[in-house]
């Protein structure tokens, strides 16, 4: 017998416990089984195809009472129920059936508490698998008040609906797919409801007006009525297609109309007598795409501050500073009328690029300038500027932050006297020894200590990096001054602490403000992280 009927043997016995029979081959080769579930009091005929290698999880479908509430969450339109989600359970190969006997359990316990009226916020969640379509970028921010503009690509077959046009085309030209496309202005429109998309259990998704009203009327006869209203102005004016964005909480949905399908009406009739006909208009969902620029900045961390409307400005554009600026771009960093300034002197050497952010394509260019065009190529709506001098030499202007990403421990003790006359949030980072930790310490008022508060007065650490002695190694035997060998992954774990201490300052949760991380095998932390306190008679902060 072959490991497949094998399977397939030990599965029909496992199902045969719970009542269920063989009933053929599905259509893609699956084996299925028909027999009933249990729920809400009640016994649902029940499908259950399965897939005997172990790699997707079993298929099961129920038949929807005739009483069940037009929306259910988990069950789809065709009654399958939705269990588990993908990539979230994991089938035992070996034990196939013994899998398959659980998922029928927890498919059991999902519509039992789905057709008890449980799980309803669960709904909005699973929206977006069941409402798919053409590609609808929307660039609107959160409570714009600016007039829409609807633009269609039919050589990509998407749209972008923008509240800001200058900008919307700014990232057009950043996309790889539409920066040379061309696009037509059609008629759009958004609606905004305090009711979350559900979907229904029949019909879905809906193919004309019609359908697609009479489902907004279950969620919102208020925004089903401002729908009808819009579309049918469009519609008495003979347009071919309008698009329409639904503005709901936490998520936004689009769907576009296509008028054109009605080829019965003349222009006049359409003007006179338009309601009886076009509700027959096809409706096609889009997948929309938010692209705004807070939506972005806030998306995975939606209950934390973001850097938006701040002014940074980082020193150091190296090993460090590279891949942390790149982290605050992603973090909000010169939206929203914020700005981030990168200073750097220095040019970019070829031998470098193994643990920069910046690669050999910049060889000898500037490093400020060279990362800005990185960082915009990829965030092309930031306000990123680029100083490529000394940072002595720097004008900055006003600031909310200052990071020194330098790792020059002489030139971080002067930046203290700059910034801590001008009461200015101050974080340093750097690498310990030859990669051994990452070090960070925020100075955010005059009660903070400093870099050089770290240090006794004959140089001592008074905070331990390790344990016993920090290792030296050095590298390059002089033709590359006192070069210090360490991999990409300590610049890249320097800058996600650093990103990680500033959101917690734009929480308002500094403590600690020295951080340590080990990043060497073989090393015990000296020192706890802490907040250390002002040297007295500290050459650097101390008056």
Known sequence: MSNEATVLFRVEQALQTRGFAYAGRADDGWPAFSGTIAANKSNHSARICVDLTGQNLPRITVKIPANAPAVLPHIGANGSVCYAAHGTLVLDIFDIAGQVLGCLDRAAHVLDTSLSGGMQQDLEDEFFAFWNGDFCFLDIEPNSTAPLTTMLSERFRCAFVSGDLPKTRIKLNALPFAGDAETIEVDGFQVSTLAKPKPTQYDWPPTTVAKLLAWQQLLDPKSRRRIEQNLLHFAKRGKETALCVIKSPLIQYAFWVDFKNDKT???????????????????????????????????????????????????????????????????????????????????????????????????????????????????????????????????????????????????????????????????????????????????????????????????????????????????????????????????????????????????????????????????????????????????????
């Open 265 to 543: 009406l003349s222009p006049s009739k359409r003007l006179t007598n338009a309601r009886p006909h076009f509700l027959a208009s096809r409706v096609h969902p889009m997948t929309a795409l938010r692209i705004d620029d807070h939506y972005i900045s806030h998306r995975n961390s939606p209950k934390s501050p973001s850097l938006a409307g701040k002014q940074v400005a980082i020193a150091g554009c190296g090993a460090i500073g590279g891949f942390l600026a790149e982290l605050l771009v992603k973090n909000g960093a010169g939206l929203d009328g914020g700005r981030l300034t990168l200073i750097d002197h220095d040019i970019l050497m070829p031998h470098n690029v193994g643990r920069h952010r910046l690669g050999l394509n910049h060889s000898l260019e500037s490093k400020a300038t060279a990362l800005k065009g990185e960082l915009t190529a990829s965030a092309p709506t930031s306000n990123i500027r680029d100083l490529p001098v000394r940072i002595q030499e720097a004008e900055l202007g006003a600031l909310d932050l200052f990071i020194d990403a330098t790792g020059e421990e002489s030139l971080s003790a002067s930046l203290v006297q700059r910034f801590g006359e001008a009461a200015v949030p101050t974080l340093t980072v750097w690498i310990e020894g030859p990669g051994i930790a990452v070090r960070s310490l925020l100075r955010d008022s005059a009660d903070a200590a400093c870099v050089r508060c770290l240090c006794a007065a004959h140089g001592e650490q008074l905070f331990p990096v390790v344990t016993g002695a920090m290792p030296e190694d050095l590298a390059g035997n002089g033709c590359e001054s006192l070069y210090v060998p360490f991999p990409a992954t300590v610049s890249i774990q320097a800058a996600c602490l650093a990103a990680d201490m500033v959101t917690d300052w734009l929480k308002g949760d500094e403590s600690p403000r020295l951080r340590t991380r080990i990043v060497a095998k073989g090393f015990k932390e000296g020192a706890e992280d802490q907040n250390p306190p002002v040297r007295e008679a500290c050459p650097a902060c101390s008056s």
